[in-house]
C-alpha cells in the first residue's frame, strides 16, 4: 500500500512539474498587467523641509543631549529623531536643483543621511559620547551643504545663547532670512504647474 501511495505522489509531482495538471489556486488568480511604479515627486518646498523636519529634530536631540539620557526612552527618542533627519535627507534627493548642482546636492544629501544614521546607531547603543559626536558631525554635514548653496543659516550645536535675557532666558536667537535681508521667495523652487 505505501509502494502504492508513493507511486501516485511522485506521478502527482511530476505531472505537475511537466504542466498536465493545473497549477495550485493560488496561482491562477487574474494577474496585474504590470508593475506598478509610482511616481515620485516633491510636494513640499524645501525650506518647509528644514524648518519643519530637520531643524525642530536636530533641536530635540540638542536638548536631550546636554546631559546623558537617563532612560531607554529617551535614547529611542534621540535615536528616532536622527533617523527623521536621515528621512529628510531622502526627501531632499527628491528636490535636487536643476542647475550643475545636483551632483553637489546629491553628495551632500546623501552625507547628511550617512551622519543621521551613525547618529541613530550610536543613540540605539547609548553612547552618551558619540551621540554629542555624533550631533556635531550632522551640524557639520549641513553646514557643508548650506556653504555649498549659499543658505545663510549656521547650525551650531550646544551653543549657549548669546544673551539669555534676549533668548527669554529659554531659547537661543535664531537668525531668520528676513533678518538677513533675504525675501521670503529667494531660494524656493517654482511650481512647475
Same mark, same amino acid.
Do not use: Y
Given at each position: ?10 506521478? %502527482?509531482? #511530476?505531472?505537475? =512539474?511537466?504542466?498536465?495538471?493545473? &497549477?495550485?489556486? *493560488?496561482?491562477?488568480?487574474? +494577474? ?56 529628510? %535627507?531622502? #526627501?531632499?534627493? =527628491?528636490?535636487?536643483?536643476?542647475? &550643475?548642482?545636483? *551632483?553637489?546636492?546629491?553628495? +551632500? ?85
Amino acid at each position: 500500500m505505501k509502494a502504492f501511495r508513493s507511486f501516485w505522489l511522485a506521478f %502527482a509531482l #511530476l505531472a505537475i =512539474l511537466a504542466g498536465v495538471l493545473p &497549477p495550485a489556486a *493560488s496561482q491562477t488568480g487574474p +494577474r496585474p498587467a504590470g508593475k506598478f511604479n509610482p511616481k515620485l515627486e516633491p510636494v513640499a518646498e524645501t525650506k518647509l523641509l528644514m524648518e519643519g523636519l530637520a531643524h525642530p529634530n536636530f533641536r530635540g536631540m540638542e536638548k536631550l543631549l546636554k546631559q546623558k539620557p537617563g532612560d531607554a526612552q529617551a535614547w529611542q527618542f534621540v535615536r528616532g529623531q536622527a533617523l527623521l533627519v536621515g528621512e529628510t %535627507a531622502n #526627501l531632499l534627493m =527628491l528636490r535636487p536643483p536643476r542647475n &550643475p548642482g545636483q *551632483s553637489p546636492w546629491m553628495e +551632500r544629501a546623501t552625507a547628511l543621511r550617512t551622519q543621521a544614521v551613525k547618529l541613530a546607531r550610536a543613540a540605539g547603543r547609548e553612547d552618551f559620547a558619540g551621540c554629542r559626536a555624533g550631533l556635531k558631525d550632522l551640524a557639520a554635514a549641513c553646514n557643508r551643504c548650506h556653504d555649498s548653496f549659499k543658505v545663510p543659516v549656521r547650525i551650531v550645536p550646544f551653543e549657549e545663547p548669546v544673551n539669555k535675557a534676549e533668548a527669554g532666558g529659554k531659547r537661543r536667537p535664531e537668525v531668520r532670512a528676513r533678518d538677513l535681508g533675504i525675501s521670503a521667495n529667494q531660494g524656493r523652487r517654482r511650481d512647475p504647474s
